[in-house]
């Protein structure tokens, strides 16, 4: 533990007799130094480090999740820190304190204020009784993380129900105050689970860089955030159309089958997703070797599709099977992770046939342009967008170009594999650039889309969703989604089918995805008629979309917020999670029943402004509860007073719109 005082000052109970060993023979001493800089008003950097060793890097190292900052290589010493030598502590002045005055019986710290050893170091803050902790990216419980021991180390998910996360970020709110870890390694967070007026933060290397940030409130501290890590440019316009897939469309046949339906039911939609079987090897696999027999003629597949206003995104994931002849191309050329021993490296993932598959290595230049030149031909004869799959799966023994293993990399590695493809679509197609994400880490923000994963089809599934993507929001502003009707299990009910599609079609991007079919005339001609109209809803409120959006890449804010972002001065707005604020000014308000009756709901309105029902113009106070009744083809939703929103027109695609 770092501190400036022997054991002796240190308040130990010397004398006791199941004390354990302080100082005397064996015991180290490792000198640390300690550096606390001014990155900008209101933004300090901490770093620590061990005598001898090279302090974190100004820039990062090139880990690629700081942008271009003046203040990085900031000397000025940051005007809020404060410190004591004897026994030691420090304080960031107004927003956090160190932990360490808390002690055991035997006189040690519940948790010292820094440590330091040759694998790991740690920080522990000091949390008041009233104070929430939130972040950490998207995890599935509770919005407010106190009482949760998290593992921050991205792995595929297996659902949104078994603790599992696909896109940890480093980043939480503590009070009037946000950290920033700045590492790729695991990270270990006790928030209050060990001791509730504890924070302990353990970063898995022997050295120590962190942001705090303060001087306002939420959103003024993500926006400071997202000065340090980027912002995302707003996507194409179609791009907040409905997407409408399934896993899968086996066929040519089957995804025209789809599209033609959308049109003749009369459902707006802008882009068709196929999954894997687009693919030749199409199981874990994607080495860029287009099935004709599934899929005859793309080329005019393509054509055809985007005269009836459809883009198409296609699935993607970073590891190639070793039965393609691509494997053995990009072992030769060096573009597959290896072992230590030169070997490839083989995937952490999921395969009933027993081969290894390979990972391209993002760590490597030469291999990236590779990846992304692979791309190219998908991307000039008319797809869209890239749904990138996976990568949290780099294994341990992994050997990176950097010396690093792949423990070290495991977060890293989906930022790096999104940021090859975004790049090479923007490349490609000369303009904003999207992908459709699974994995991430800070600074993924800066290319948009990320989805919640594989969530199971059921009332807990879509609440996790929900709570997944409000957490998410905090921590990587921007653009999020999710699979409207959940992706695996039975397939949902009627009801549930709508419910989560009322929630899905006012979230920031729409996207139909299951197992089974989540065309809406498999639900039957009432769930068509309600996911018509939410659809056409959606339409109608583009123009206000692409206005949040816009506020999204000028300021750092997500599209979809959690009302403690939009109302941090009321009470009653901290905890909420199951209802969510989209932009500003609409408040949504999901349905978690599958009942087809009309059911009993509780809805918070929050305080500080006046609220607009919806459907009825009816003028609400806010800062109170109310319990309304909501029948299926409704969910509850408010503007809040005073409130401009521009609507548009009901159209089948935004290709109407420009046109």
């Not at 050893?117 to 009233?130: G, T």
């Not at 399934?246 to 196929?274: F, K, N, T, W």
């Not at 990399?409 to 975004?422: D, E, Q």
Request: aromatic fraction near 10%; hydrophobic fraction near 40%; proline fraction near 8%.
């Amino acid at each position: 533990m770092i501190t400036a005082e022997p054991p002796a000052e240190q308040g130990l109970q010397l004398d006791l007799p199941n004390l354990p060993t302080v100082g005397g023979e064996g015991a180290r001493v490792v000198q640390a130094r300690l550096r606390v800089t001014e990155v900008a008003p209101g933004i300090s950097r901490l770093r620590l480090w061990a005598e001898g060793e090279s302090m974190p890097p100004d820039d990062g190292g090139g880990l690629g999740m700081l942008i271009d900052h003046p203040g990085l290589a900031s000397t000025t010493p940051s005007p809020l820190f404060e410190y004591d030598e004897r026994p030691f502590a420090f304080r960031f002045r107004g927003l956090l304190r160190s932990g360490g005055e808390r002690r055991t019986v035997s006189g040690f710290p519940v948790a010292p204020a820094l440590t330091l050893s040759e694998r790991a170091a740690s920080v522990c803050f000091q949390l008041d009784p009233d104070t929430d902790v939130l972040g950490f990216g998207e995890d599935w419980g509770r919005l407010v993380k106190n009482g949760r021991r998290l593992e921050l180390r991205n792995q595929d998910g297996l659902g949104s129900g078994v603790g599992r996360g696909y896109k940890w970020i480093p980043l939480l709110h503590a009070g009037s105050a946000t950290i920033f870890l700045h590492t790729s390694t695991i990270i270990q967070a006790d928030v209050g689970a060990t001791d509730p007026s504890l924070l302990v933060l353990e970063v898995e290397e022997p050295r120590l860089d962190l942001f705090v940030i303060g001087g306002g409130d939420l959103k003024h501290r993500l926006a400071r955030y997202t000065e340090l890590t980027g912002r995302p440019r707003v996507p194409p316009i179609w791009a907040f159309g409905l997407w409408m897939s399934r896993c899968r469309y086996h066929s040519r046949r089957e995804l025209e089958e789809a599209a033609h339906g959308m049109r003749q039911h009369r459902v707006p939609c802008d882009v068709l997703h196929i999954d894997p079987d687009w693919l030749q090897l199409d199981k874990l696999n994607c080495d860029f070797r287009w099935s004709e027999e599934k899929y005859p003629d793309p080329e005019g597949m393509l054509r055809d599709l985007k005269a009836m206003g459809y883009r198409v995104s296609v699935w993607e994931l970073p590891y190639v099977d070793a039965a393609s002849p691509v494997y053995g191309e990009m072992r030769a050329a060096g573009h597959l992770v290896r072992r230590a021993g030169g070997d490839p490296a083989a995937a952490e993932a999921l395969s009933r046939d027993g081969r290894p598959r390979g990972l391209v290595d993002f760590s490597r230049p030469e291999a990236s342009a590779a990846w992304q030149e692979r791309h190219r031909k998908l991307l000039e004869m008319g797809v869209a967008v890239m749904k990138t799959d996976f990568g949290e799966g780099l294994p341990e023994d992994a050997l990176m170009a950097d010396g690093r293993d792949g423990r070290a990399w495991r977060n890293l590695y989906p930022l790096w594999y999104n940021r090859t493809v975004f790049e090479a679509i923007e490349r490609v197609t000369e303009r904003n650039g999207l992908v459709w994400g699974r994995s991430g880490w800070a600074g993924s923000q800066r290319y948009p889309a990320q989805w919640g994963g594989d969530p199971e089809a059921s009332l807990a599934g879509m609440a996790a969703s929900l709570r997944g993507g409000l957490s998410y929001a905090l921590s990587a502003p921007g653009f999020w989604s999710h699979d409207i009707g959940g992706f695996y299990g039975q397939p949902p009910s009627p009801e549930l089918y709508v419910r989560w599609a009322q929630f899905g079609l006012l979230s920031p991007l729409a996207r139909a995805h299951g197992l089974s079919p989540r065309e809406p005339w498999h639900f039957g001609e009432r769930a068509l008629a309600i996911f018509r109209e939410f659809t056409e809803l959606r339409y109608r409120l583009l123009p206000y979309l692409l206005t949040v959006a816009r506020e999204a890449e000028a300021a750092g804010l997500p599209v979809m917020r959690p009302l403690v972002l939009e109302f941090p001065d009321d009470p009653g707005s901290r905890a909420i999670d199951l209802q969510y604020m989209l932009g500003p000014d609409i408040l949504v308000c999901p349905v978690f029943s599958e009942s087809a009756d009309p059911v009993a709901v509780g809805v918070y309105l929050p305080g500080g402004a006046s609220w607009v029902d919806w459907w009825t113009g009816e003028e609400l106070e806010g800062g109170r509860w109310l319990q309304v009744s909501v029948p299926l083809d409704r969910l509850p939703l408010y503007r809040r007073s005073g409130a401009e929103i521009e609507l548009g027109p009901v159209v089948q695609h935004t290709g109407d719109l420009e046109a």
